[in-house]
């Protein structure tokens, strides 16, 4: 028989039990910030129809270029693995009439995204988001400053302090094309001088040559012309309104003259996060956390009604990269163990039981009733650094008494089952 190929695929990773405390502390610190800013959470399948992102993200994007994993399903559906949650979000917000439950109406999400890209570091195939949307409201820059807070305290809250925002504003139908057409003229100028990407760029969308992370073109990009000199006073009243609530929050942005983002459902204002941080090996994490924007076009192309819309999302593998470069400690406060250990066949008839019993009253018990050597039992309570051991043997068990045992200093006392909880309460409070 062939040898069966236990790698996982290319770019997709398992989460081991080891790792499962930073997850933990992720899902607990977006689930208190999101209710204490009142989003409201929200989950759609990791499939979707493929029209749900061609449109919406555009078809000269990298991701509906090339990233996205399509299938044909048996009804000749083709669907993708999710690339990201935004589009996904406004289709259900659509499909279900979700504008009854408010109007902003804010939501949140995690899980899984996938996208077929190239692995290096910090990017994947298949990897998670945390997002925060607030759709169906007016085009009111005080959306944009929440979305940015919710996720600057998000951070804060896995202690990441310092977290650094790049913001631009990309303008909107009306100041973009100008924009755009002074930006072609440029390029046309040095255009023998860009990478083949970008003279693709060039003739689908001039926009995205400001997004080429090729170094040649990084350098061609600090001549181009930039977007907030050419906003109509409607973008322009908006930014500078956004970066007045960020002051007056006091958090901190740096304007990023050239960012565009890779999305083409993006308007106004677009971010992204970034940390300073090296890993223990000396490597520079300079991969953005998070990003997001506006997207006031969205609902419409989608077939909604025209209104505002803003969010953004972190990558959470990169989270979770910096919190382990800056050495921010997530183990939770261990609890004081308390190791079972049973020894004879008539004790063990009554232990499932009794643990159950122990459990129940909200004390941390652990067990390993499936070995009935002492010694293997003594063992596994040392590996637990449990502090005390309960044993039953078939006197106890005949008595309705158990042995406690003080793990540390190795005094025990045998007590009567009835005064068990109490007993433990006093020794571990
Ligand atoms: P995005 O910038 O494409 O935006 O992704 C958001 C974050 O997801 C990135 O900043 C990065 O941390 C992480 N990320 C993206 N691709 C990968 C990858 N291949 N491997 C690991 N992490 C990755 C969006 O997806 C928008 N939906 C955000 C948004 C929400 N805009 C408005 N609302």
């Not at 609890?335 to 049973?342: A, Y």
């Not at 006197?395 to 309705?400: C, I, S, V």
């Not at 793990?407 to 020794?427: D, I, S």
Request: a positive charge; aromatic letters at 10%; one cysteine or more.
């Amino acid at each position: 028989m062939a040898k069966l190929n236990l790698q996982t695929p290319k770019g997709m990773h398992d989460i081991l039990p080891q790792d499962q405390v930073w997850w933990d502390k992720i899902y607990k610190e977006l689930n208190s910030i999101a209710s204490s800013y009142h989003f409201l959470k929200i989950e759609t399948p990791a499939l979707e129809r493929a029209e749900v992102f061609e449109k919406s993200l555009g078809e000269t994007s990298d991701i509906v270029e090339k990233q996205m994993f399509v299938f044909k399903s048996g009804s000749g559906d083709r669907l993708v693995l999710r690339p990201e949650n935004t589009a996904s979000i406004v289709r259900a917000y659509l499909q279900h009439g979700l504008s009854h439950l408010g109007q902003p109406l804010k939501l949140f999400y995690s899980g899984q995204m996938f996208r077929k890209e190239q692995p290096q570091a910090g990017r994947f195939r298949q990897f998670h988001q945390a997002g925060f949307e607030i759709i169906g409201g007016d085009i009111d820059p005080v959306y944009d400053a929440q979305i940015i807070l919710a996720m600057f305290r998000f951070l804060e809250r896995l202690k990441i302090k310092n977290a650094v925002l790049n913001i631009n504003s990309i303008g909107c139908k009306i100041c973009r094309p100008g924009y755009r057409k002074k930006l072609v003229e440029y390029y046309k100028s040095i255009s023998s001088k860009s990478c083949g990407d970008c003279k693709r760029r060039f003739k689908e969308n001039p926009l995205r040559l400001l997004d080429c992370k090729n170094p040649q073109c990084q350098e061609l990009k600090s001549g181009a012309p930039i977007t907030l000199d050419n906003l109509c006073v409607i973008c322009s009243r908006h930014f500078k309104n956004v970066l007045e609530f960020l002051d007056e929050l006091r958090l901190p942005y740096r304007l990023d003259n050239h960012l565009v983002r890779g999305l083409d459902y993006y308007s106004k204002t677009v971010f992204e996060f970034f940390v300073d941080a090296e890993t223990e090996d000396g490597r520079k994490l300079d991969f953005a956390i998070g990003g997001g924007g506006r997207y006031d076009y969205l609902m419409e192309m989608m077939g909604g009604r025209s209104s505002g819309a803003v969010g953004g999302a972190f990558g959470l593998e990169r989270i979770i990269e910096i919190m382990k470069a800056l050495k921010i400690n997530v183990a939770p406060k261990a609890k004081p163990v308390i190791f079972f250990i049973h020894i004879s066949d008539a004790a063990k008839k009554k232990s499932l039981a009794l643990i159950e019993t122990i459990r129940n009253e909200g004390f941390e018990i652990m067990e390993s009733l499936g070995k009935d050597s002492l010694g293997a039992q003594l063992r596994s309570a040392d590996k637990e650094n449990a502090a005390y051991a309960l044993i039953f043997g078939q006197k106890e068990a005949f008595e309705d008494t158990i042995i406690v045992r003080d793990l540390k200093n190795g005094v025990q006392e045998t007590v009567p089952l009835k005064k068990l909880m109490n007993e433990l309460r006093k020794r571990l409070k």
